[in-house]
């Protein structure tokens, strides 16, 4: 038949595009085949309730005094900032919220005011609370809504996604009839040395170093500087009470060569508002990678780390090489082997 009717032919186009649609998505589906099941982690960053000065002790304490009465009068605020994390995988049943923050901020007014462990209190295991969904989602919510919240999301393989989920049953593992390293909060800790706590952030990272992701620029995170040994008190030094205007007092960090744990002990911290600042000036520089979450419009960044193929184990974990006073007498006092 040479022609068709004009209704019959408009049909007969609609069905060949019809047709070439499907086959269309059919090859795009086989391409990605070995991508269909779903892992992604997602790290949130909550800014400080006023900045945190890290230069000399006596700015770090005006900082911190600062933050935490603004805290008082906004509890929902975060007065050294906070970070968290989702993982979100077809290897669990629902989405695993997890963060890390001391029991009651009690204890640090108590080593502070009370014991007067002055610059100890950075080296000190705090008990810990485990934070989940909704308390976390609360916060989050709270905080985006003062724009002081953010967001970095990275898919991820299966093998990575088990390799979180290993890192964390160690860590909320009791490695004793007492304790597990889940139980204590602390600057001085990396979780994926063997028995150590975590603070908020060394969590969230060593949740990332553990799927395999480690950013080039993180080490613009972290904070690094040597605690004169004059200015901490506690069983760290002695049982020495550190008045608190020495602290306010003292206008630099230890310098010069020194004996560490002796003159000095090294103390380094990733710092939120350190992520928070470089999550921002990667949103400026890097538009293609902008994303917003679907919830409360939260600001953040998206990376695509499918395509890692890490084969070395996780688990067990390594010991600390090296450790410092404050770990020393951590591990003596909770995880001393007989």
């Known amino acids: 038949m040479k022609y068709l009717p004009k209704g019959k032919k408009l049909t007969m186009t609609i069905v060949v595009f019809l047709l070439w649609i499907f086959a269309f998505k059919t090859t795009i589906a086989q391409t990605v085949s070995d991508t269909t099941d779903f892992h992604e982690l997602t790290v949130f960053i909550i800014d400080p309730a006023a900045p945190i000065h890290w230069q000399s002790p006596s700015k770090l304490y005006a900082s911190i005094k600062k933050s935490f009465f603004r805290k008082v009068f906004h509890p929902q605020m975060r007065f050294l900032g906070h970070m968290a ?19 009651g901020q009690w204890q640090l007014l108590n080593q502070l005011l009370i014991k007067k462990a002055g610059l100890g209190v950075l080296g000190i295991p705090f008990k810990a609370k485990i934070e989940g969904k909704q308390l976390l ?5 709270y905080n985006n809504r003062k724009n002081n919240a953010a967001f970095i999301t990275f898919r991820i393989n299966e093998k990575s996604a088990k390799r979180i989920l290993d890192f964390l049953s160690v860590f909320n593992k009791r490695v004793n009839d007492k304790y597990a390293p889940s139980n204590f909060y602390g600057g001085i800790f990396w979780p994926l040395y063997e028995n150590e706590g975590a603070g908020c952030s060394a969590l969230c990272i060593a949740a990332m170093e553990a799927a395999g992701i480690k950013m080039s620029e993180s080490d613009t995170w972290r904070v690094k500087l040597n605690i004169p040994l004059e200015l901490i008190g506690s069983n760290f030094n002695n049982g020495k009470k550190i008045a608190l205007r020495k602290i306010k007092n003292t206008k630099t ?5 020194g004996i560490p744990e002796q003159d000095f002990i090294k103390f380094e911290i990733y710092d ?3 992520v928070m600042k470089w999550v921002e000036n990667k949103m400026n520089q890097e538009y293609g990678q902008y994303n917003n979450l679907s919830h409360n419009n939260l600001r953040g960044l998206y990376y695509d780390y499918r395509h890692l193929d890490t084969v070395y184990a996780i688990t067990p974990l390594k010991k600390r090489p090296v450790p410092t006073l404050f770990i020393q007498s951590y591990k003596d006092k909770f995880f001393k082997k007989n």
């Open 253 to 257: 960090w230890y310098q010069g060569a």
């Open 85 to 103: 994390f989702c993982l979100n995988s077809d290897l669990l049943e629902e989405p695993l919220w997890m963060g890390i923050a001391p029991r």
């Open 137 to 141: 989602k609360r916060s989050i919510s």
């Open 272 to 274: 939120p508002a350190l």
